[in-house]
């Protein structure tokens, strides 16, 4: 274990280099960059009303629909929800073919609903460039394309300012790791470059879809599990570019960005069209749990909420639409694919993610996590953790946005005694204080405790109460 001299040194180092922060601004008012994904492939679904409803008190803006749902765009009409718009993969060809078939498509299903209800983009098709289908990937563009001419000529003032996109999995790139390297993969870079020119030149969005859960189910190491749920871990450095990453969200939108570089786009927003987190799976899918689902959604809230950014994308929360709003009981495939609800469909939270202003402890998940202590108090070491475990979480508090370790720096109120456990403790209830205190921000590996017991001590105050 490095000495204490060290430790300081790179705990200040981190103060400025890993803005990650799990909560500084935990209001429930709609955020503008918060967005849940509403799949349909579901027997038991609410009505849209009550879909609606549901979204409304929340803090989520905006909502992405895989196809056109009437239903649901009326109930939007006049919320300032807004709405991502989907083309099915096999209405491309058509509309790429003909312009009148693509104004017919937008006058069936966007000119009736805007502007009561916002509609911010149509993602023409869905996994197009990765679908196989060389055919169907040839049409994309000019499908886009004609159907922006169709909303540039309707009249509609709102249908003009739509963008036109389509959604990519990260199966575009060609390599990811380390982000610096990322780079489109050659079979797809040809069509791509065209893509992105045509969504440089009208404002429009690069949409992909990461997903830190499938990057852990190829490496179900106990170190990728932290590095993903943004938990305590020790990092992983970019030998290219020097930057340190502590969570994969990050490093999953750096490569895409270096990717979008290299080809010379790197003016071209990103916008997150899923990521999520299963509540449950088969036996050969590890890590599929209410807890593991909680903190990932939950820390990456609140990682959008600090407005950190990501490294090579720092002070902006990169819009981000949850998978998803409810579980989908018809969806084929293991039983993840049918697990990553936010809500169940009788409107009850599966786990609490800190997006509603009814938010409580333990959500509707049951388990570990529906026993936690209630919020408030302090965080605190456990007895348990061990050096090395309280060493990782000092580093990692000290380096988030809005935790000032400064108190146990050498001269400090808290700096004696001088100890990983006693530096740890007050690093660990910095960051919960700071995070919205409730019990999943105490948890660091479970190598933190919550106690209503003050453990300030002489001139160290440590903040906090019920």
């Not at 967005?35 to 027997?43: H, Q, S």
């Not at 169940?344 to 402890?361: C, E, I, K, N, V």
């Not at 919205?436 to 105490?442: E, F, L, Q, S």
């Amino acid at each position: 274990m490095d000495d204490a001299a060290a430790r300081r040194r790179r705990v200040s180092a981190l103060l400025m280099l890993m803005p990650i922060l799990l909560c500084l601004v935990c209001g429930t008012s709609a955020q503008p960059y918060i967005g849940v994904n509403y799949g349909e492939v579901a027997d038991n679904l609410p009505s849209p009303d009550a879909t609606v409803g549901l979204l409304k008190s929340t803090s989520i803006s905006k909502v992405r629909l895989y196809g056109v749902d009437a239903g649901v765009l009326r109930a939007l009409s006049g919320t300032g929800i807004s709405a991502v718009v989907g083309v099915a993969n096999g209405d491309i060809p058509g509309l790429a073919a003909d312009p009148s078939a693509a104004m017919r498509w937008l006058s069936a299903n966007v000119l009736p609903f805007v502007p009561a209800t916002s509609v911010s983009v149509v993602a023409v098709g869905n996994e197009v460039l990765e679908s196989g289908d060389a055919s169907l990937a040839a049409a994309l563009l000019p499908a886009m394309q004609n159907l922006r001419a169709a909303a540039l000529a309707s009249g509609s003032v709102a249908a003009a300012g739509i963008k036109f996109s389509t959604v990519n999995t990260m199966a575009v790139l060609a390599q990811s790791d380390p982000p610096s390297t990322g780079a489109f993969h050659p079979d797809v870079a040809p069509q791509l470059q065209q893509i992105l020119g045509f969504l440089s030149r009208t404002g429009a969005p690069f949409m992909i879809n990461p997903y830190p859960w499938f990057a852990y189910q190829s490496d179900p190491r106990p170190d990728t599990l932290a590095f993903c749920l943004f938990q305590p871990n020790a990092g992983r450095v970019d030998a290219g570019s020097k930057i340190k990453y502590t969570n994969m969200f990050d490093a999953q939108l750096d490569a895409v960005k270096s990717a979008l570089v290299r080809s010379g786009y790197g003016d071209v927003d990103l916008v997150v069209a899923e990521t999520g987190w299963p509540t449950k799976g088969d036996a050969n899918e590890p890590g599929a749990t209410v807890e593991n689902a909680r903190a990932y959604v939950s820390n990456l809230v609140a990682h959008l909420r600090s407005g950190a950014g990501t490294p090579l994308m720092p002070g902006k929360a990169v819009d981000t639409y949850l998978f998803a709003l409810y579980d989908e009981d018809l969806k084929p495939g293991p039983a993840s694919e049918r697990s990553f609800g936010l809500f169940h469909t009788d409107l009850s939270m599966a786990y609490d993610a800190g997006l509603s202003s009814t938010s409580t402890s333990g959500g509707g998940g049951g388990g570990a996590a529906a026993q936690q202590p209630k919020s408030g108090g302090w965080c605190v070491a456990s007895a348990a953790a061990t050096d090395a475990e309280l060493q990782t979480d000092l580093d990692y508090a000290c380096a988030q946005v809005g935790v000032d370790c400064g108190a146990i720096q050498p001269g400090g109120a808290c700096f004696e005694p001088n100890t990983v456990r006693a530096h740890a403790a007050y690093a660990m209830n910095q960051l919960y204080q700071a995070s919205g205190r409730h019990p999943w921000n105490c948890d660091f590996r479970q190598s933190a405790t919550l106690t209503s017991e003050n453990p300030s001590y002489g001139s160290c105050v440590f903040t906090g109460g019920q």
